[in-house]
């Protein structure tokens, strides 16, 4: 079982909220390993540097590295925070890497720890941006059946999130 000090720190997409069915599911599964678990509310903020700021100045209080799962911009918006702060482990589900307007703030995160799931139907975000990213990176990458939403695909998603838990606990 992972230490009670571990956190693990979600973060919603855009036109989502903190307590979304997939964030609510990845929370019992980590709660489920001991972990803490915070999930920042990012409604009404449309800017996603101002919504990095609010994570890293959160994270910056934590004294620990924590981990960092994010969805659609919240998947940029963790990727970002863990390009300026130590984090334990980052998952992303679906990031909204290289889309118009925001190519500039694609992130070049130093984590010891990279997962990306993204969904090959993906109607939003696509799936080559995952592909790219993951590569440059070097970043573990799980293609899946799946839109942008990847609502058909959650409990795959929490058997992924479960084994990427277990790689950060073993450090």
């Not at 693990?8 to 972990?35: D, L, N």
């Not at 993204?118 to 799946?146: C, K, Q, T, Y």
């Not at 959650?154 to 990427?164: G, N, Q, V």
Request: net charge negative; with cysteine.
């Amino acid at each position: 079982m992972m230490s009670q000090a571990t956190l693990v720190c979600f973060s919603h997409g855009k036109e989502s909220g903190p307590w979304g069915a997939k964030i609510s599911a990845m929370a019992e599964t980590a709660r489920g390993r001991g972990c803490r678990i915070e999930s920042l509310d990012y409604r009404g903020m449309e800017d996603p540097g101002a919504r990095v700021r609010l994570l890293t100045e959160f994270c910056r209080e934590l004294g620990t590295p924590p981990v960092l799962v994010g969805s659609s911009m919240g998947g940029h918006v963790a990727a970002s925070a863990a390009a300026q702060l130590p984090v334990a482990g980052l998952f992303l589900i679906a990031p909204a890497f290289y889309m118009p307007g925001y190519e500039a703030l694609t992130p070049e995160p130093s984590c010891p720890l990279i997962s990306v799931v993204h969904g090959w139907d993906d109607e939003v975000v696509p799936a080559e941006n995952s592909i790219r990213w993951s590569r440059e990176h070097g970043a573990e990458l799980h293609l899946i059946p799946g839109d942008h939403r990847l609502t058909s695909e959650l409990e795959r998603i929490l058997e992924l999130f479960e084994m990427f838990l277990e790689r950060v606990r073993a450090g």
